[in-house]
T-cell receptor, first 115, second 114 residues
Framework: AQKVTQAQTEISVVEKEDVTLDCVYE???????LFWYKQPPSGELVFLIR??????QNEISGRYSWNFQKSTSSFNFTITASQVVDSAVYFCALGYPTGGFKTIFGAGTRLFVKA | DAGVIQSPRHEVTEMGQEVTLRCKPI?????LFWYRQTMMRGLELLIYFNNNVPIDDSGMPEDRFSAKMPNASFSTLKIQPSEPRDSAVYFC????????????FGEGSWLTVV
Protein backbone atom coordinates (compact mmCIF):
# COMPACT_ATOMS: atom_id res chain seq x y z
CA ALA A 1 0.00 0.00 0.00
CA GLN A 2 1.09 3.54 -0.62
CA LYS A 3 2.10 5.62 2.33
CA VAL A 4 3.87 8.86 3.21
CA THR A 5 5.63 9.23 6.54
CA GLN A 6 6.77 12.50 8.02
CA ALA A 7 8.27 11.39 11.29
CA GLN A 8 8.95 14.88 12.60
CA THR A 9 5.77 16.26 14.12
CA GLU A 10 7.21 19.62 15.15
CA ILE A 11 10.54 21.33 14.68
CA SER A 12 11.62 24.53 16.33
CA VAL A 13 14.63 26.51 15.12
CA VAL A 14 16.04 29.96 15.57
CA GLU A 15 16.07 32.29 12.63
CA LYS A 16 18.99 31.80 10.23
CA GLU A 17 19.42 28.16 11.16
CA ASP A 18 19.17 25.53 8.44
CA VAL A 19 16.44 22.95 8.86
CA THR A 20 15.65 19.69 7.05
CA LEU A 21 12.19 18.19 6.92
CA ASP A 22 12.13 14.46 6.31
CA CYS A 23 9.76 12.54 4.08
CA VAL A 24 9.74 8.81 3.46
CA TYR A 25 7.32 7.23 1.05
CA GLU A 26 6.17 3.73 0.17
CA UNK A 27 4.86 2.57 -3.17
CA UNK A 28 5.33 -0.34 -5.54
CA UNK A 29 4.54 1.76 -8.57
CA UNK A 30 7.44 2.57 -10.86
CA UNK A 31 5.80 5.79 -11.96
CA UNK A 32 4.88 8.16 -9.19
CA UNK A 33 5.21 11.78 -8.20
CA LEU A 34 6.30 13.50 -5.04
CA PHE A 35 5.23 16.91 -3.83
CA TRP A 36 5.79 19.36 -1.02
CA TYR A 37 3.15 21.80 0.10
CA LYS A 38 3.27 24.58 2.65
CA GLN A 39 0.36 25.50 4.91
CA PRO A 40 0.97 28.84 6.63
CA PRO A 41 -1.09 29.92 9.64
CA SER A 42 -3.68 31.42 7.31
CA GLY A 43 -4.63 27.88 6.31
CA GLU A 44 -4.25 27.69 2.56
CA LEU A 45 -2.17 24.93 0.96
CA VAL A 46 0.58 26.26 -1.25
CA PHE A 47 2.35 24.08 -3.78
CA LEU A 48 6.15 24.16 -3.52
CA ILE A 49 7.60 21.45 -5.74
CA ARG A 50 6.77 18.37 -7.81
CA UNK A 51 9.13 15.57 -8.73
CA UNK A 52 8.57 12.46 -10.84
CA UNK A 53 10.03 9.08 -10.01
CA UNK A 54 12.41 9.12 -12.97
CA UNK A 55 14.09 12.35 -12.03
CA UNK A 56 16.38 12.07 -9.03
CA GLN A 57 18.09 15.37 -9.62
CA ASN A 58 18.15 17.52 -6.56
CA GLU A 59 16.63 20.93 -6.88
CA ILE A 60 17.36 24.29 -5.38
CA SER A 61 15.05 27.26 -5.41
CA GLY A 62 16.36 30.18 -3.43
CA ARG A 63 16.63 29.10 0.19
CA TYR A 64 14.73 25.89 -0.51
CA SER A 65 16.30 22.65 -1.69
CA TRP A 66 15.04 19.15 -2.14
CA ASN A 67 16.92 15.85 -2.00
CA PHE A 68 15.22 12.91 -3.74
CA GLN A 69 16.77 9.50 -3.13
CA LYS A 70 14.98 6.46 -4.53
CA SER A 71 17.39 4.10 -2.78
CA THR A 72 16.02 5.21 0.57
CA SER A 73 12.55 6.23 -0.66
CA SER A 74 13.08 9.69 0.71
CA PHE A 75 12.29 13.17 -0.51
CA ASN A 76 13.69 15.58 2.05
CA PHE A 77 13.26 19.33 2.10
CA THR A 78 15.85 21.75 3.43
CA ILE A 79 15.35 25.40 4.23
CA THR A 80 18.61 27.31 4.44
CA ALA A 81 18.88 30.37 6.66
CA SER A 82 15.33 29.99 7.93
CA GLN A 83 13.14 33.01 8.46
CA VAL A 84 10.13 33.65 10.66
CA VAL A 85 7.94 33.65 7.54
CA ASP A 86 8.89 30.02 7.00
CA SER A 87 6.84 29.06 10.05
CA ALA A 88 4.14 26.78 8.72
CA VAL A 89 3.08 23.17 8.42
CA TYR A 90 4.83 21.41 5.56
CA PHE A 91 3.27 18.42 3.85
CA CYS A 92 4.93 15.82 1.71
CA ALA A 93 2.65 14.05 -0.76
CA LEU A 94 2.76 11.05 -3.10
CA GLY A 95 0.83 10.82 -6.35
CA TYR A 96 0.36 7.40 -7.91
CA PRO A 97 -1.77 5.74 -10.58
CA THR A 98 -4.94 3.97 -9.51
CA GLY A 99 -7.66 4.05 -12.10
CA GLY A 100 -7.04 7.73 -12.30
CA PHE A 101 -4.26 9.34 -10.32
CA LYS A 102 -4.42 9.69 -6.58
CA THR A 103 -2.42 11.96 -4.27
CA ILE A 104 -2.03 11.20 -0.58
CA PHE A 105 -0.40 13.32 2.07
CA GLY A 106 1.84 12.77 5.03
CA ALA A 107 0.82 13.96 8.47
CA GLY A 108 2.79 17.16 8.09
CA THR A 109 5.66 18.74 10.00
CA ARG A 110 4.99 21.94 11.91
CA LEU A 111 7.97 24.27 11.70
CA PHE A 112 8.43 27.10 14.18
CA VAL A 113 11.07 29.65 13.34
CA LYS A 114 11.82 31.95 16.25
CA ALA A 115 13.28 35.40 15.81
CA ASP B 1 -6.40 33.07 -13.72
CA ALA B 2 -8.73 32.42 -10.81
CA GLY B 3 -7.75 29.62 -8.52
CA VAL B 4 -10.03 27.00 -7.03
CA ILE B 5 -13.00 28.73 -5.48
CA GLN B 6 -14.79 27.31 -2.50
CA SER B 7 -17.86 28.42 -0.62
CA PRO B 8 -18.74 28.98 2.09
CA ARG B 9 -15.43 29.84 3.70
CA HIS B 10 -16.84 29.32 7.16
CA GLU B 11 -19.97 27.56 8.29
CA VAL B 12 -21.37 26.85 11.72
CA THR B 13 -24.33 24.55 11.80
CA GLU B 14 -26.30 22.51 14.28
CA MET B 15 -26.05 18.78 14.49
CA GLY B 16 -28.55 17.12 12.22
CA GLN B 17 -28.61 19.88 9.65
CA GLU B 18 -27.65 19.40 6.03
CA VAL B 19 -24.41 21.02 4.92
CA THR B 20 -23.50 21.71 1.32
CA LEU B 21 -19.99 22.77 0.36
CA ARG B 22 -19.35 24.12 -3.10
CA CYS B 23 -16.35 24.18 -5.38
CA LYS B 24 -15.42 25.70 -8.70
CA PRO B 25 -12.21 24.16 -10.07
CA ILE B 26 -9.63 25.97 -12.14
CA UNK B 27 -10.87 26.32 -15.68
CA UNK B 28 -9.50 23.56 -17.90
CA UNK B 29 -8.70 21.21 -15.05
CA UNK B 30 -10.22 17.78 -15.46
CA UNK B 31 -9.47 16.32 -12.05
CA LEU B 32 -11.31 17.50 -8.95
CA PHE B 33 -10.55 16.34 -5.43
CA TRP B 34 -12.23 16.75 -2.07
CA TYR B 35 -9.97 16.50 0.98
CA ARG B 36 -10.78 16.82 4.67
CA GLN B 37 -8.28 18.10 7.23
CA THR B 38 -8.54 17.41 10.95
CA MET B 39 -6.00 17.45 13.74
CA MET B 40 -6.47 13.77 14.39
CA ARG B 41 -6.41 12.44 10.84
CA GLY B 42 -4.52 15.05 8.88
CA LEU B 43 -5.35 15.52 5.20
CA GLU B 44 -7.60 12.75 3.93
CA LEU B 45 -8.70 12.28 0.36
CA LEU B 46 -12.46 11.80 0.38
CA ILE B 47 -13.27 11.48 -3.31
CA TYR B 48 -11.99 12.53 -6.68
CA PHE B 49 -13.49 13.03 -10.11
CA ASN B 50 -12.05 12.84 -13.59
CA ASN B 51 -14.05 14.56 -16.31
CA ASN B 52 -16.99 14.86 -13.90
CA VAL B 53 -17.03 11.13 -13.19
CA PRO B 54 -16.28 9.89 -9.66
CA ILE B 55 -13.19 7.68 -9.85
CA ASP B 56 -12.52 6.79 -6.25
CA ASP B 57 -14.83 7.48 -3.32
CA SER B 58 -13.20 5.05 -0.93
CA GLY B 59 -12.30 7.89 1.40
CA MET B 60 -15.86 9.02 1.96
CA PRO B 61 -16.40 8.28 5.64
CA GLU B 62 -20.00 7.10 5.52
CA ASP B 63 -23.29 7.34 3.73
CA ARG B 64 -23.99 10.72 5.24
CA PHE B 65 -21.42 12.13 2.82
CA SER B 66 -22.11 12.51 -0.87
CA ALA B 67 -20.41 14.39 -3.67
CA LYS B 68 -21.50 15.37 -7.13
CA MET B 69 -19.99 17.06 -10.13
CA PRO B 70 -22.81 17.96 -12.51
CA ASN B 71 -20.49 19.80 -14.88
CA ALA B 72 -16.85 20.67 -15.40
CA SER B 73 -17.03 23.87 -13.40
CA PHE B 74 -18.94 22.87 -10.29
CA SER B 75 -18.91 20.28 -7.55
CA THR B 76 -20.67 19.86 -4.24
CA LEU B 77 -19.92 17.91 -1.10
CA LYS B 78 -22.97 17.29 1.01
CA ILE B 79 -23.25 16.04 4.56
CA GLN B 80 -26.68 14.97 5.70
CA PRO B 81 -27.25 14.78 8.61
CA SER B 82 -24.19 16.53 9.99
CA GLU B 83 -22.54 15.49 13.25
CA PRO B 84 -20.04 17.27 15.52
CA ARG B 85 -17.27 14.87 14.40
CA ASP B 86 -17.66 16.23 10.88
CA SER B 87 -16.13 19.51 12.04
CA ALA B 88 -13.06 20.02 9.89
CA VAL B 89 -11.62 22.03 7.06
CA TYR B 90 -12.78 20.72 3.71
CA PHE B 91 -10.52 21.47 0.78
CA CYS B 92 -11.40 21.23 -2.85
CA UNK B 93 -8.52 20.91 -5.32
CA UNK B 94 -8.11 20.46 -9.04
CA UNK B 95 -5.47 19.47 -11.57
CA UNK B 96 -4.97 19.01 -15.26
CA UNK B 97 -5.85 15.68 -16.79
CA UNK B 98 -2.33 14.35 -16.89
CA UNK B 99 -0.78 11.77 -14.64
CA UNK B 100 0.96 13.24 -11.66
CA UNK B 101 -0.02 16.78 -12.34
CA UNK B 102 0.17 19.18 -9.47
CA UNK B 103 -3.08 19.66 -7.61
CA UNK B 104 -4.02 23.18 -6.62
CA PHE B 105 -6.11 23.78 -3.56
CA GLY B 106 -8.89 26.17 -2.73
CA GLU B 107 -8.77 28.12 0.50
CA GLY B 108 -10.92 25.58 2.29
CA SER B 109 -14.32 25.56 3.92
CA TRP B 110 -14.11 25.62 7.71
CA LEU B 111 -17.04 23.64 9.04
CA THR B 112 -18.11 23.58 12.66
CA VAL B 113 -21.01 21.38 13.68
CA VAL B 114 -22.33 22.13 17.17
Amino acid sequence: AQKVTQAQTEISVVEKEDVTLDCVYETRDTTYYLFWYKQPPSGELVFLIRRNSFDEQNEISGRYSWNFQKSTSSFNFTITASQVVDSAVYFCALGYPTGGFKTIFGAGTRLFVKA
Amino acid sequence: DAGVIQSPRHEVTEMGQEVTLRCKPISGHDYLFWYRQTMMRGLELLIYFNNNVPIDDSGMPEDRFSAKMPNASFSTLKIQPSEPRDSAVYFCASSLNRAGNTIYFGEGSWLTVV
